[in-house]
């Protein structure tokens, strides 16, 4: 419907693809769940995540001529994806890591998103600054999204130092989160008299 000609308005598609992101985001927001589905519908569900990375990642050009108008909107949608489909492409590999553990098969379409991966990280440096980039870009949509992604993107250690860096600006902003607290601390830091952990106990307190 976002992509099609179905709304004739600029209005309705940019509500409704407004909400789409929303709904991505609250996917995103809460801890990797421990597959329970059968393998049947683990492979339905991959697929059904690899069509949705592809939609999504062609939803560029869509933006682009819906908000050529708009640079705020176009600029927003624009990250919101960038960083969404990194995420999407992270889960379909979890997922499927899952479903097929030893690597002997591969779901239609997973080829082309672990090209798009090579493409996008070539090398562990480029890794490394991509993700803290989207670091805070997720911090900025909403700081759930970002404290979760260390347990998501594990091979990448500046993803967490990314993280610890925005919640010792802002740990108030965490405080309903127990892993945040985790994250806080750190390796070797929990002898460490720091100001934001002081900050962050004084609010779950509240």
């Not at 919101?80 to 097929?100: D, G, M, P």
């Not at 390796?187 to 460490?192: D, N, P, Q, S, T």
């Amino acid at each position: 419907m976002i992509q099609g000609d179905s709304l004739s308005t600029r209005l309705s598609k940019n509500v409704l693809r407004e909400r789409v992101y929303s709904a991505m985001l609250d996917y995103f927001t809460v801890a990797s769940q421990t597959p329970t589905q059968s393998a049947a519908q683990l492979k339905t569900d991959v697929q059904c995540l690899i069509t949705f990375w592809n939609t999504l990642f062609s939803d560029v050009k869509y933006i682009k001529k819906e908000m050529f108008a708009s640079v705020v909107p176009f600029t927003l949608f624009h990250f919101t994806r960038k960083v969404y489909t990194h995420f999407q492409a992270n889960e379909i590999e979890r997922l499927s890591a899952w479903l097929n553990p030893l690597g002997e098969n591969v779901e239609v379409g997973e080829t082309s998103i672990e090209q798009w991966r090579k493409s996008t990280f070539p090398d562990t440096r480029a890794e490394a600054r991509l993700l803290r980039e989207n670091v805070k870009l997720a911090w900025d949509i909403c700081p759930n999204l970002a404290i979760y992604m260390p347990s998501r993107f594990r091979g990448c250690t500046a993803c967490q130092t990314a993280v610890q860096e925005m919640l010792a600006s802002s740990p108030e902003l965490v405080t309903d989160l127990p892993e945040a607290l985790l994250l806080l601390l750190g390796e070797g830091r929990i002898l460490e008299e720091k100001t934001e952990v002081i900050i962050f106990s004084y609010k779950c307190q509240l």
